[in-house]
T-cell receptor, first 113, second 116 residues
Framework: AQSVTQPDIHITVSEGASLELRCNYSYGATPYLFWYVQSPGQGLQLLLKYFSGDTLVQGIKGFEAEFKRSQSSFNLRKPSVHWSDAAEYFCAVGASNFNKFYFGSGTKLNVKP | EAGVAQSPRYKIIEKRQSVAFWCNPISGHATLYWYQQILGQGPKLLIQFQNNGVVDDSQLPKDRFSAERLKGVDSTLKIQPAKLEDSAVYLC??????????????FGPGTRLTVT
């Protein structure tokens, strides 16, 4: 069965520190992978996506993610976190025809000044 | 360009009552999605429309939930009768399915439903 696991419910980092949010997926075929961000009271916004090709993908707001097929992972990274990055982050996997989408349970990021 | 619009933003009802949510997608977007996001969980896809046809509704509790997308534009999601476990945020998203943003889903702000 398809699933997405985000093992960290909450993460707190200091402003300026690096960030890595973990995502593991289970999917029978080649996955299409996404990271979304949700700020309080806001809708979900797409940060980046992976379909094929280069396994290191760049997104908006300075985020990047690396697809590792052998580990079934798609971890999100940012070299230097800003206070405005405090939000909830969701990893998602989709079918190639985009008729199925599965989201992880999310990781809440707090940023200490 | 205007984003995905949803109304109402908040709704409180008693169990066994009915409720309806409305979504207006981005103009020209062929695909429309409804998600349920329970507190502490990620969004769960309830139903997907392509124009006015249903592509996938495998996770829609059809005994109480219904959705329609007349004329392939606006959509309504209805719950009748509501249960306590339906308390959640209901998100609508749309996707162009054309051009360079073929796959990207644009989300509305959601409707927060509380069932008491």
């Amino acid at each position: 069965a398809q699933s997405v696991t985000q093992p960290d419910i909450h993460i707190t980092v200091s402003e300026g520190a690096s960030l890595e949010l973990r995502c593991n997926y289970s999917y029978g075929a080649t996955p299409y992978l996404f990271w979304y961000v949700q700020s309080p009271g806001q809708g979900l916004q797409l940060l980046l996506k992976y379909f094929s090709g280069d396994t290191l993908v760049q997104g908006i707001k300075g985020f990047e993610a690396e697809f590792k097929r052998s580990q079934s992972s798609f971890n999100l990274r940012k070299p230097s976190v800003h206070w405005s990055d405090a939000a909830e982050y969701f990893c998602a996997v989709g079918a190639s025809n985009f008729n199925k989408f599965y989201f992880g349970s999310g990781t809440k990021l707090n940023v200490k000044p | 360009e205007a984003g995905v619009a949803q109304s109402p933003r908040y709704k409180i009802i008693e169990k066994r009552q009915s409720v309806a949510f409305w979504c207006n997608p981005i103009s020209g977007h062929a695909t429309l999605y409804w998600y349920q996001q329970i507190l502490g969980q990620g969004p769960k896809l309830l139903i997907q429309f392509q124009n006015n046809g249903v592509v996938d509704d495998s996770q829609l509790p059809k005994d109480r939930f219904s959705a329609e997308r007349l004329k392939g534009v606006d959509s309504t999601l209805k719950i009748q009768p509501a249960k306590l476990e339906d308390s959640a945020v209901y998100l609508c998203a749309s996707s162009p399915r054309t051009g360079s943003n073929y796959y990207e889903q644009y989300f509305g702000p959601g409707t927060r439903l509380t069932v008491t």
